[in-house]
Nanobody
Framework: QVQLVESGGGLVQAGGSLRLSCAASGRTFTTYAMGWFRQAPGKEREFVAAITGSGAATYYADSVKDRFTISRDNSKNTLYLQMNSLKPEDTAVYYC?????????????????WGQGTQVTVSS
């Protein structure tokens, strides 16, 4: 069982930055690949970024590549998402996910555990 708690969301102007955090419970954090997803009102949940258990490899959606950076601190059981150059279309609830198989983020077959989400609102 893994429990995930996101934080760091808020209201920011376009062009600004935010850093999201996802704190994970349990002693097996490094065995899980981790990912960020988001869901805007009236839209399906979409993939944002993923990282392997060791942090050695990352994968991004084209819409956030070169603006967002995913990272993790395994000593703190914490996942991060640094978001720069934010746009109004980045407005959504952001969720973190833990999955034992990194490739699931690439194939779109993610399962595993989800956090409760944190709201990010970007004003124009």
């Amino acid at each position: 069982q893994v429990q995930l708690v996101e934080s760091g969301g808020g209201l920011v102007q376009a062009g600004g930055s935010l850093r999201l955090s996802c704190a994970a419970s349990g002693r097996t954090f490094t065995t899980y690949a981790m990912g960020w997803f988001r869901q805007a009102p009236g839209k399906e949940r979409e993939f944002v970024a993923a990282i392997t258990g060791s942090g050695a490899a990352t994968y991004y959606a084209d819409s956030v590549k070169d603006r967002f950076t995913i990272s993790r601190d395994n000593s703190k059981n914490t996942l991060y998402l640094q978001m720069n150059s934010l746009k109004p279309e980045d407005t959504a609830v952001y969720y973190c996910n833990a999955d034992l198989v990194y490739r699931h983020y690439i194939t779109g077959t993610v399962s595993g555990y989800w956090g409760q989400g944190t709201q990010v609102t970007v004003s124009s």
